[in-house]
């Protein structure tokens, strides 16, 4: 077959992992296709890539077409620093005024759908932005923003009540949040063993990379977003990307609340994979 294709999240949390790919490193077998998480959700239904990330409520949608690689999450235990509620006043006092929603991510929407349903007993009059749009869009009471976004507005600091995601799940589940996994179509896994085993292994070894160089990484993110170094590097020390039993009992408690409060219509298995001569594994989410 042509190159697999894989796709990237175009957000500097993914850096960590594709630096190394990206820049000959790390060999990788395939192709990188970098674009919006809502865009790798769509193309990988579609059948346009093989592997890819894909945020976790999309695979809770559609796990019956993917299998999820092992030991790879974009996630975080507390402050994440890049899913973040801004307001102009304090979250308690927003019920019935405008919240604007990101168009981009639609797992970190449903997160803060539970915590405003299960921790801050609040409801907003919540819209979604349209893409293509700034921040503030509407002139909004409050913004969910996430990424480079979600970086930036915090650092412009015109809002004076910023609520981390990450932190706000934590106090309420004491668990890690899992916002994107990385998955391999079925039909490409069964195929294809071989080849998914060496994407696999090449983005373990440039993660590996990127543990041994964030001086590299936070001089190459400062760039990107016109910020000083010292800022991009505390900012990735907030992020995870492992999947161990913690990183899944947290993804599988999001699965069940989100299932609970309406946002998902069926409970959510993980189907991981086994490797080329192990059988995959299942976990329910109740």
């Known amino acids: 077959m ?5 796709g990237r999240v175009s957000y500097l949390n993914c850096l960590p992992l594709f630096y190394a790919l990206e820049t000959g490193q790390v060999k990788v077998p395939a192709k990188i296709i970098a674009d919006h998480p809502a865009v790798l959700n769509k193309a990988f239904r579609q059948g346009e890539l093989e592997v890819t990330a894909v945020s976790s409520l999309a695979y809770g949608k559609f796990a019956e077409e993917a299998l999820v690689l092992p030991g790879l999450s974009i996630s975080c235990y507390g402050k994440v620093g890049s899913v973040v509620l801004v307001s102009r006043v304090p979250v308690a006092e927003l ?10 991510s639609a797992t970190s929407v449903v997160l803060l759908r539970i915590l405003l349903q299960r921790f801050y007993h609040v409801a907003p009059d919540l819209f979604i932005r349209p893409a293509g749009t700034p921040p503030d869009w509407g002139q909004p009471e409050a913004l969910l923003a996430i990424g480079d976004e979600a970086l930036q507005v ?26 994107a996994l990385w998955v391999a179509r079925r039909d490409f896994a069964a195929a294809y063993p071989e080849e998914l085993a ?9 993660r590996a990379w990127g543990k041994r160089h964030p001086g590299t990484l936070a001089a190459v993110g400062a760039q990107m977003l016109g910020v000083e170094p010292e800022f ?3 900012y990735f020390t907030l992020l995870n990307y492992d999947l161990d039993w913690p990183h899944l009992e947290g993804l599988l408690t999001f699965y069940r609340l989100a299932h609970a409060e309406g946002l998902l219509l069926h409970p959510v298995a993980l189907e991981i994979w086994g490797g080329e ?5 299942r976990l329910q989410s109740a």
């Open 2 to 6: 042509e190159w697999p294709r894989l």
């Open 95 to 104: 019920g019935g005024r405008p919240l604007s929603l990101t168009p981009y």
């Open 154 to 179: 915090v650092r412009a600091g015109r809002y004076p009540f910023v609520y981390d995601l990450g932190e706000e799940w934590r106090q309420l589940t004491g668990k890690p949040m899992v916002f």
């Open 198 to 206: 060496g994407i696999w292994q090449a983005l373990q070894a440039a």
């Open 232 to 234: 991009i590097e505390d």
């Open 277 to 281: 001569d192990e059988g995959n594994y």
